[in-house]
Each structure stands twice: as structure tokens, then as C-alpha cells.
């Protein structure tokens, strides 16, 4: 099993980029994407479960990030518009086998396999 998030990159405030996230081997019940800025803890930005009718996303990035995913592809994607500095940070997709509440879904112990992180950097 394997999970590979790409699409980072450097992106003026304002911006918009799309994160990718394609799992190898398997199709989990819940996906999940965080990220890290510097000298911070690894935060919950949106979830989703792959009926598609379950999202959740943190109030940072409410109205802004959109989750979505290709059931075919096997592939959630993370909408980013609107992006401002304090957006820069790793981001990591994870994914779990079950069906992840909206509570556990926003805490990174539910999941059960991470991809490596694909940095995204928004320059003021």
C-alpha cells in the first residue's frame, strides 16, 4: 500500500494550487490531508470519505480548500484557492480503511498509512 501526494510548489498570495493524492494497492473508506509549517505541530486541513458524502475541513481553510475524489483513479484531490502565507507548510495525505466520523477524521491517530509530504510554499 502506498499513498504518493504531489502538486506542491511556490505560488504567490492569492493563488491557487491543486494537491493530488493517488493510493497504490487499495481503496480506503477515508482520506485525509494535514500539513506542517514550520516549527509548528501537524494540523488537519480537510477529509473526506470516499462515498464523497462526508467532508470536513478546518475553519483556516473553510471556503477556500476544496476535497474531492475520483473513485476510478483512486485519487483525492485538495483544491487550494485563495492561498495566503500563513498556507505554507508539508502537506501529507493519509487514508484509513474505515469510515472515519467527522471528529476522528480531523485527528491524525485514525489513519492508518501516509504519503510523503509535498511542500507548498505561498510567497506574500
Known amino acids: 500500500v502506498q499513498l504518493q501526494a504531489f502538486g506542491g510548489g511556490l505560488v504567490q498570495t492569492g493563488g491557487s494550487l491543486r494537491l493530488s493524492c493517488a493510493a497504490s494497492?487499495?481503496?480506503?473508506?477515508?482520506y485525509g490531508w494535514f500539513r506542517q509549517a514550520p516549527g509548528k505541530e501537524r494540523e488537519f486541513v480537510a477529509g473526506?470519505?470516499?462515498?464523497?458524502?462526508?467532508?470536513n475541513y478546518a475553519d483556516s481553510v473553510k471556503g477556500r480548500f476544496t476535497i474531492s475524489r475520483d473513485n476510478a483513479m483512486k485519487t483525492v484531490y485538495l483544491q487550494m484557492n485563495s492561498l495566503k502565507p500563513e498556507d505554507t507548510a508539508v502537506y501529507y495525505c493519509?487514508?484509513?480503511?474505515?469510515?472515519?466520523?467527522?471528529?476522528?477524521?480531523?485527528?491524525?491517530?485514525?489513519?492508518?498509512?501516509w504519503g510523503q509530504g509535498t511542500l507548498v510554499t505561498v510567497s506574500s
Open positions: 493519509a487514508a484509513d480503511s474505515r469510515g472515519l466520523i467527522l471528529t476522528s477524521m480531523a485527528q491524525e491517530i485514525w489513519y492508518q498509512y
Open positions: 494497492g487499495r481503496t480506503f473508506s477515508t
Open positions: 473526506i470519505r470516499w462515498s464523497g458524502s462526508t467532508r
